[in-house]
């Protein structure tokens, strides 16, 4: 997550991270789930939705990968990037704060522009939520600007199941006496060598703007989009706004329910999402999306 001290970081230089690395979707692809390929296909007024995904990464504006310009201010340092500690000039292995999450919303509300989606609000009550809570509230905001009913919210279960996939820096599997009848994982993490996400709004634009093919490997965060035309490219996306089988039923589903993870492993951030669409009536959920997040949506 930080740097090393040639890299930049005080003066008038700029700090960039080490790359950022997805988990694969090998329990999604097991599970007989349908992972769209890299397609260009028109714009839809709700943005595009599975099998349809962006023609190519979307590069984050303002960069958050990036510090830009930081300067020396007495003990510590001030960059463009307000992601950036202002302790170290490193990036941090989590940061919550106002000023960095309305700089990553601007560059998710860019990249959404690209599909004409509307900017994402965020809800009044998001700085009380717990980072697992706010995952959801972000795939609900995404699934709901494209026209996707919403997932329904957090049930223990799959909660749980995420939870020590986030430890483990691991894809999450199918949640054990969740009655499921599909599922989907999506997870962020990397090993000891790699940088993560600081914040779950990177990883939420991960996910969504960047899951596909970069300009060669060292680019190309997803880990199981090998090449352009990859089935797993995209594949996170899919999974978020809900192709989860052959039939895309995740997509309009009214059941689905959502488990969510976060953890710092070896000093970097961990974030993992779990989908699944019970087999028979929705199970019980802590946090829901119509008592939790509605009422303090605006407008």
Known sequence: M???QDSGGRGEVGLRRRTITLLGLSAMLAAGICVAALTATPLSAAGLLPPANPAANIS???????SGACTSIGSGVRCSNPCVSATTGDFPAFD?????????LRAINAARATE?????VLPTNWRELTVPEQLFVLADLER????LPPYLGLNQALSSTAQRAATLQQDPPA???????TYADGALAADGTLALSETDMEADYVWMYDDGWGDGPSSTFNIDCVSASAPSCWGHRDAILGSYDHQGVGLHCRTCEMGAGFAIVRGKASFTDLLERPSAAAPPMFFTWAHDVVPFLQG
Request: aromatic share 8%; hydrophobic share 35%; charged share 15%.
């Open 2 to 4: 930080g740097a090393s």
């Open 60 to 66: 984050p504006s303002p960069d958050f990968d990036a």
């Open 96 to 104: 919550e704060g106002q000023s960095c999450t309305r700089y990553v």
């Open 116 to 120: 004409h989606v509307q900017a994402m």
């Open 144 to 147: 709901t600007a494209r026209g």
């Open 175 to 181: 949640a054990v006496g969740f009655p499921a009848a």
